[in-house]
Structures are given as C-alpha cells and as structure tokens.
C-alpha cells in the first residue's frame, strides 16, 4: 500500500515562505501539483532520478523542488508567495525516467493534500 503523506501548508500574507513536505518511498519521478477552488489541477514542479527539474512558468524564480532520498522525503520550498498561489497542494509519485516523467503524466500515487492559503 502506497502512502504520500504531504505536511506543511498553511497560512501567509504575499511575499512570505513556506515549505511543504512529503513521505513517500523512493520514486523515480515526483511532483507537486495544486488545485484552486473552481480550477483544474496544475502541475507544479517536477524532479527526476537523475535530479533533473522542470517548473511552471508561474513559479519559476520562487519554487525549488527537492528530495531527500535517504530521509524518503520530497520537498517544495515556496518562496515570495502571491494570493494566487492559494490551493491544495498535493504531491504525486510514480515510477517513470527521463522525458516520461513530466508535469503532464498521469501519476499512479497521490497524497491527501495540504492547504496553502496566501492572503495580500
């Protein structure tokens, strides 16, 4: 059985941090991805098994995605938030290598949510 437990959201005004948190076991492709009330889900960042990156134009310059494979922990480091990056945030994970792991995969293991709410 799969467990993807996020941690770490909550509330901040715009400009201010946060960082979120998954458990999961170590995959070969993980992301972040959010969902705003009303829209679709986005993806938000991704990282490989080679380390590899790949962000949405909307963080780009404020995210950083990472992993700690010793500590089975994957991370998302929000940094000058904007009131438009309020959503449920979740984290995903499969296995999958090189140009098939991407923000437009559709990911087997998914986490429960964490809510990030950022007020201006």
């Known amino acids: 059985q799969v467990h993807l437990v996020e941690s770490g959201g909550g509330s901040v005004q715009a400009g201010g941090s946060l960082r979120l948190s998954c458990s999961a076991s170590?995959?070969?492709?993980m992301a972040w991805f959010r969902q705003a009330p009303g829209k679709e889900r986005e993806g938000v960042a991704i990282i490989r098994n080679d380390g590899s990156t790949t962000y949405t134009d909307s963080v780009k310059g404020r995210f950083t995605i990472s992993k700690d494979s010793d500590k089975n922990t994957l991370s998302l480091e929000m940094n000058s938030l904007k009131p438009e990056d309020t959503a449920m945030y979740y984290c995903a994970a499969d296995w999958a290598y090189g140009s098939y792991c991407r923000l437009s995969r559709v990911f087997s293991y998914w986490g429960q949510g964490t809510q990030v709410t950022v007020s201006s």
């Open positions: 170590r995959y070969a492709c």
